[in-house]
């Protein structure tokens, strides 16, 4: 384990690591409160792996995340994390996908489920999930379940898991309705707190006061002035998502809309657009964008203020991940500067006050995305892989391996994300070639 730590760059703690693992390894029960981005998802799963017994095929460890992104990420994680160990079965179990592969996989045993509520419970009712093996129960970001409305199901799911467990919670707020609501899940948990701060140093913040309509206008000349390869704009109602998207979009931002209501389908499309760098301006409301893991993103823009002082916080950790540095961007209706006075005092200091009329006005046209996404209409059902995918396009097409960006191979889709110089040309000649000998239908979104 300790040399798969090694390879994947695992050289230091993060402060939640060094906290909560003797905890872990212990086998009591924790509640932790940490941003995303923390290191949460190595804490629990070296905790996982280190107790799990490969050899028994048995649901041994049961993680519950609010939303697909995050269950799916995690499963990523924790399969790097177990490369050590041959044969650990993880399994992920969220809903927007078809049930039957997933009850027949549940057959053949797994060591790991990572799932979300609503499909957790839909297994426990139709019997095709045993959680009387569970030794570990991993509650991931707590407080957004709550807030999304899955307590009923995680009490259900909870209710199936064996009461001599240990029992972790993750958690970046921790108010007391959570605290009271999860009392029965835990046993004399430890609890510990990682700072909720932002440093400084890596997170430059700016406050920008604007008259309440000219906030979109407001958020066209930030992305020209600073000019972010990534931004995610934060608006408090998707009506506000949809016409700010629009606008951006009609002066030329690679811009999309995120919020819920969406299908599953147009979701997963607009991560792998933004993910892939063909989008480069997602617009989200705080609960579309929970569970949202986006690994490099330059600048947070806050359309609106929130009223909640830890949502901002958590929106502003969105960026300035690891080594990176960050720009956070908020924008204040002068009814809002109530709020910015709470955030003042959440962080024991002044924030930083800029002027709108300083910024530079933009000449040319706004940047776009750097790639462009080619849809193919084959995926894993058709056999398809990145790699086969990378040859077509490097050998037939003639691209170099740097103008071809993320290949996301879904089961019935493939997204291919590439240099937007060359978009044209690659298509061209890869929708007159064929992949694996079959030719494809395919398309620019």
């Not at 990572?114 to 991931?140: E, K």
């Not at 480069?280 to 009223?307: C, F, H, M, P, Y």
């Not at 059902?381 to 996301?408: F, H, M, S």
């Amino acid at each position: 384990m300790l040399a798969n730590l090694e390879s994947l760059g695992y050289h230091e703690m993060t402060p939640i690591q060094a906290k909560s693992l003797p905890v872990i390894l212990d086998r009591r029960d924790l509640i932790a409160q940490a941003k995303t981005g923390s290191g949460k998802t190595a804490a629990f799963g070296i905790g996982i792996l280190q107790r799990l017994n490969p050899t028994w095929f048995a649901i041994q460890a049961l993680v519950i995340c609010p939303t697909r992104e995050l269950a799916d990420q995690v499963s990523n994680e924790l399969r790097r994390l177990a490369r050590f160990a041959d044969n650990t079965k993880i399994l992920t179990l969220c809903g927007g996908a078809p049930m039957r592969p997933q009850i027949a996989s549940l057959e053949h045993g797994a060591h790991i489920i990572v799932g979300t509520p609503g499909r957790l419970r839909d297994h426990i009712g139709r019997g095709s999930i045993d959680l009387s093996t569970v030794q570990t129960l991993v509650l991931d970001e707590a407080d957004r379940m709550v807030d999304m409305g899955f307590y009923e199901e995680i009490s259900g799911i909870v209710s199936a898991c064996p009461t001599r467990r240990q029992t972790l919670l993750f958690s970046a707020t921790y108010p007391d309705d959570i605290r009271k609501s999860s009392a029965p899940f835990l046993r004399d948990p430890t609890e510990i707190t990682v700072e909720a701060q932002h440093d400084d140093n890596r997170i430059e913040q700016r406050f920008y006061e604007v008259g309440y309509d000219e906030r979109n206008g407001a958020v066209a000349m930030l992305l020209n002035y600073f000019k972010p390869a990534s931004a995610l704009a934060f608006c408090n109602t998707k009506i506000h998502c949809r016409e700010l998207a629009d606008e951006l979009r009609q002066q030329g931002f690679s811009a999309m809309a995120l919020y819920g209501e969406l299908e599953q389908r147009e979701r997963d499309e607009i991560l792998v657009l933004f993910a892939n760098g063909s989008c480069s301006v997602l617009v989200a409301t705080d609960v579309a964008a929970r569970g949202l893991d986006i690994q490099s993103l330059e600048a947070v823009i806050n359309v609106d203020v929130s009223k909640d002082t830890e949502v901002h916080i958590h929106r502003v950790g969105r960026t300035g991940r690891g080594s990176a540095r960050g720009l956070a961007l908020s924008l204040c209706a002068p009814n809002e500067k109530k709020w910015v006075k709470l955030i003042e005092e959440y962080q024991h200091g002044p924030v930083s006050w800029f002027d709108l009329s300083d910024l530079e006005p933009a000449t040319g046209p706004a940047q776009q995305a750097a790639m462009v996404t080619l849809v193919i209409m084959g995926g894993k059902k058709d056999k398809l892989r990145p790699g086969d995918l990378l040859g077509a396009l490097t050998g037939d097409a003639g691209l170099t391996k740097e103008q071809v960006g993320k290949i996301n191979v879904f089961e019935f889709m493939t997204y291919v994300a590439l240099d937007r110089r060359i978009a044209d040309k690659a298509f061209a000649k890869l929708s007159s070639g064929n992949i694996k000998g079959r030719n494809f239908k395919m398309r620019f979104i």
